[in-house]
C-alpha cells in the first residue's frame, strides 16, 4: 500500500537530489555500455567518432550511428514509460501488484497482432506498430467505458478482459500457422531489429506523456489518498483519474506495441523507488521516468551478450532481474514497503 | 526462425493430431483394407515396418504430400501444406485441393472423423526424425503400417522423398521427374562452367529473425544453396558451430556482424518470394546501411532467387529455372 505523504522522513527528502544525481550519471553509464557493446567489437575511440564525425562507409560507425544509437534510445523510451506507467497505476489503483498492462494493453496489442496476423496485414514492422497502438487503444478504451466508475471496476474489467482477448488470440493462433509465427516473436518483447523502423509518432507520444506525467503527479498524491479524502482536499478526483488512466494507456501502448510486452519493468521499478520517495508521487514518477531506462538498458546490454549463440530478448532478462528484484525488495522492506 | 525448426514445429503438431485421432476413431480398426496381401519389409525412420507391396490408400503428411502428389501415389488423405503451394504446378496443386485433409498444418485443425473414414492401408510421416518421437506410434499403428520419412538436414529431400516414393509404391514417375531435374542441373552447370564455379558466394536466407536484429546466413547444402550446389556454386565458409539439422548448415549472426560474414563474398545470393519481392528478414539486411557497403553489392554482383523451399524434384526444377534467370547476367559479364 502507498504510504501516507505527509511526515516525510527527513533521509529520503535529502537522499532523493542523490539519488536523481546518481541516476543521471547511471544513465549516461548505462547509454554509453549500451553503445560499446554487442556482436561486433568497435573500440572504444570509434564509439565517439561514429557520434561526431561519421564515416558512412566506415562499418563501425554504421554499427553505432545505425544500429546501436536507435535501441540505445528506444531502450530509454521503452523503459521510461513502463516504469512511469508502473508507477501511475499502483498509485491510482493503490494496488502494488499493478502494472502497466493491467487495463488490457498488452492483451490488446497482442490481439490485434494475432487478428491482423491472421489477416495477412501484419507483414511488415510499421504495419506491426500499428496494429500494436490500435490494439492497446481499443483495449483499454472498452476496459474503461466498462470500468470507469471505480478503480477496483477498472482493475477487474482489464483482467477480465485480457482474459477473454487471451483466449480468442489463442484460438486464433492454433488454427494460423502464420499467426503463430508472428505472435510468437512479438510476444517476447524485444528492443532489437527495430532501428529501421521509423518510431517517431510512438517516441514523441511517448516524450509528451512523459511530460504530462509529470505535470499530473502532483494531483496523484491527493487521489492516492483515497477519493474521499481527495475531495476533501480539493482535488477534481474524476479528471485526475481520467488522464492518468490516458497517460498509462499511451505509455503502455506506445511501449508494447515498439517493443512486444516486456514485463516487471512497470512492476519493480516503481517498488524500488517507493521507500525512497515516501510517499511523494512527483518523486516517484520523475526517478521512475530515470530508474526505467537503466534498468532497461542494463537488461538488453546483458541480454546481447548473455548467450555466446546470439541475443536472447530482452524481456527474458527483465523477467529473470525483475522477479529476485522484487523478492528482495519485500525481504529487505517488508511487504509495508509495497 | 529456421526453416527446419518452423517445419519441425508443424510437423510436430499434424503428426501428434495424427496420432490422437487414430486413438479417438479408430479403436479396432487395425489394418485398413489391403490391396491384394502381399508386403515387404520396408525401412524408415522408425524401424523396419511390414507395409504392402502395391498400397492403394495411402494418407501422407508434413514432407510426403508434395511428393507424392508428385508421383502420382494413390493419396486418399493429406495434411494441409500451405508452404508449398506456390511451388505446385497447376496440376497438382489441383490434386492438392481436391484431396480430403485429415490434418491441417496444427494440430487443432484436424478432422479427427476423416482421417478414419479414409482407411488407409499405408501412413506416410514426412516429418523429421526427432519429432516423430513425439507421436503415439501405436496408436496410429493400430489403423494401418506407419512409416517415418522426413529430412534431417536440408539437402536430404531428395533421398526422402524418393524413400517415401518407394514406400508408396509411386516410384516410376519420380524417377522420371528426377531425370528431368537432373539433365536440367547438367545443362545449366555446363552453362555457368565458366563463370560459376570461381566464385566465392554467399547467401542470405530468408529466415533471419528480425526480432532479435539477426540474419540467416546459409552454407552449401542448406535450403537456399543445395540446388545451386547442384549447378556448381560453392558458398564459402561454414557454421561457426554447428548444431543439428538446419543448423549444421545455416547460422544466425546478429546484423551488426554482416560485414565481416559477407565481406570476402565475390557475389552474394538472398532468397526471395516467388513474386520477387524480399521477405521480411532479407529485406532487413538489404534496408541496411552494411549492405549497402559490402563489396559485392558495390560490384552489382547480388542475385534474388526464387522458390528456395522446394522438396521435391518437380518444385526443385523451379528454383533452377530460377537459378538461371538470375545468374544470366553472370555470363555477360
Given at each position: 500500500m502507498t504510504s501516507a505523504p505527509s511526515a516525510n522522513p527527513p533521509t529520503a527528502s535529502t537522499a532523493r537530489p542523490v539519488v536523481l544525481a546518481v541516476g543521471v550519471i547511471a544513465l549516461v553509464a548505462a547509454g554509453a555500455v549500451s553503445l560499446a557493446v554487442g556482436a561486433r567489437a568497435v573500440p572504444v575511440g570509434e564509439l565517439w567518432q561514429a557520434l561526431?564525425?561519421?564515416?558512412?562507409?566506415?562499418g563501425d560507425h554504421l554499427v553505432v550511428r545505425d544500429i546501436r544509437l536507435p535501441r540505445m534510445v528506444l531502450g530509454i523510451a521503452v523503459g521510461a514509460a513502463l516504469a512511469v506507467g508502473g508507477a501511475l497505476i499502483q498509485t491510482l489503483s493503490?494496488?502494488?501488484?499493478?502494472?502497466?498492462?493491467?487495463?488490457g494493453v498488452t492483451h490488446g496489442a497482442g490481439f490485434a497482432l494475432t487478428v491482423g496476423a491472421a489477416l495477412g496485414l501484419a507483414g511488415s514492422a510499421i504495419s506491426q506498430l500499428g496494429l500494436g497502438v490500435v490494439g492497446s487503444v481499443l483495449a483499454t478504451a472498452l476496459v474503461y467505458a466498462v470500468g470507469r466508475h471505480s478503480t477496483l471496476r477498472l482493475l477487474l474489467a482489464g483482467v477480465a478482459f485480457s482474459a477473454v482477448l487471451m483466449g480468442v488470440s489463442l484460438g486464433i493462433r492454433l488454427t494460423s500457422p502464420d499467426a503463430l509465427d508472428q505472435y510468437r516473436f512479438w510476444s517476447v518483447g524485444s528492443l532489437a531489429g527495430r532501428e529501421q523502423t521509423d518510431l517517431t509518432v510512438p517516441l514523441v507520444a511517448i516524450g509528451l506523456a512523459l511530460a504530462g506525467a509529470l505535470v499530473i503527479a502532483r494531483s496523484l498524491n491527493a487521489v492516492a489518498l483515497g477519493d474521499t479524502v481527495a475531495h476533501t482536499l480539493g482535488a477534481d478526483v474524476a479528471r485526475v483519474r481520467t488522464v492518468t488512466l490516458l497517460l498509462i494507456t499511451v505509455l503502455a501502448g506506445a511501449a508494447t506495441a515498439v517493443a512486444g510486452p516486456i514485463l516487471f519493468v512497470g512492476l519493480i521499478v516503481p517498488h524500488l523507488l517507493r521507500r525512497l520517495t515516501a510517499g511523494s508521487v512527483p518523486w516517484l514518477v520523475g526517478l521512475s521516468a530515470l530508474v526505467g531506462p537503466i534498468l532497461m538498458l542494463v537488461a538488453d546490454t546483458i541480454a546481447r551478450v548473455l548467450l555466446h549463440t546470439g541475443e536472447v530478448p530482452v524481456a527474458i532478462v527483465t523477467a529473470f532481474l525483475g522477479g529476485p528484484m522484487l523478492i528482495w525488495v519485500v525481504r529487505r522492506y517488508g511487504a509495508g514497503s509495497l | 526462425m529456421s526453416l527446419l525448426r518452423s517445419r519441425l514445429a508443424k510437423g510436430a503438431a499434424t503428426a501428434a493430431t495424427l496420432a490422437l485421432t487414430v486413438g479417438l476413431s479408430a479403436c479396432g480398426a487395425a489394418g485398413g483394407e489391403q490391396s491384394d496381401g502381399a508386403t515387404r519389409q520396408f525401412e524408415a525412420d522408425n524401424g523396419t515396418v511390414e507395409i504392402p507391396e502395391n498400397p492403394e490408400r495411402v494418407v501422407a503428411t508434413g514432407y510426403a504430400v508434395p511428393t507424392l502428389i508428385e508421383a502420382g501415389a494413390p493419396l486418399v488423405g493429406i495434411s494441409s501444406w500451405e508452404r508449398g503451394e506456390p511451388l505446385m504446378s497447376d496440376e497438382d496443386l489441383t490434386t492438392y485441393e481436391e484431396l480430403p485433409r485429415i490434418a491441417g498444418e496444427t494440430a487443432a485443425e484436424t478432422n479427427y472423423d476423416a482421417i478414419a473414414e479414409q482407411d488407409p492401408d499405408l501412413i506416410v510421416i514426412g516429418v523429421p526424425k526427432p519429432i516423430f518421437g513425439e507421436i503415439d506410434a501405436e496408436r496410429l499403428e493400430s489403423i494401418a503400417p506407419v512409416v517415418a520419412i522426413g529430412p534431417n538436414v536440408p539437402s536430404a529431400w531428395r533421398e526422402v522423398s524418393r524413400t517415401q516414393a518407394d514406400a508408396a509404391g509411386a516410384l516410376e514417375q519420380f524417377d522420371q521427374v528426377k531425370d528431368e531435374y537432373d539433365t536440367r542441373a547438367d545443362e545449366l552447370k555446363q552453362k555457368y562452367a565458366d563463370v560459376l564455379p570461381d566464385l566465392k558466394l554467399a547467401h542470405v536466407g530468408g529466415y533471419g529473425e528480425v526480432e532479435n536484429g539477426n540474419f540467416q546466413r546459409e552454407f552449401d547444402g542448406?535450403?537456399?544453396?543445395n540446388i545451386a550446389n547442384d549447378i556448381g556454386a560453392q558458398y564459402y565458409g561454414e557454421v561457426a558451430e554447428k548444431g543439428k539439422g538446419s543448423r549444421a548448415v545455416s547460422e544466425y549472426p546478429s546484423l551488426e556482424e554482416l560485414p565481416s560474414a559477407m565481406?570476402?563474398?565475390d557475389a552474394i545470393t538472398y532468397t526471395v518470394d516467388p513474386d520477387g519481392s524480399a521477405p521480411q528478414p532479407v529485406g532487413y539486411v538489404l534496408d541496411s546501411n552494411l549492405w549497402k557497403n559490402l563489396p559485392a553489392v558495390e560490384d552489382d554482383m547480388t542475385f534474388p532467387v526464387k522458390?528456395?523451399?522446394?522438396?521435391t524434384y518437380g518444385q526443385a526444377k523451379q528454383t533452377l529455372d530460377a537459378l538461371d534467370e538470375t545468374f544470366a547476367p553472370l555470363l555477360k559479364k
Open positions: 561526431a564525425d561519421f564515416d558512412p562507409r566506415d493503490r494496488n502494488p501488484l499493478a502494472e502497466p498492462g493491467i487495463l | 542448406s535450403w537456399g544453396t565481406q570476402e563474398a522458390y528456395t523451399e522446394a522438396a
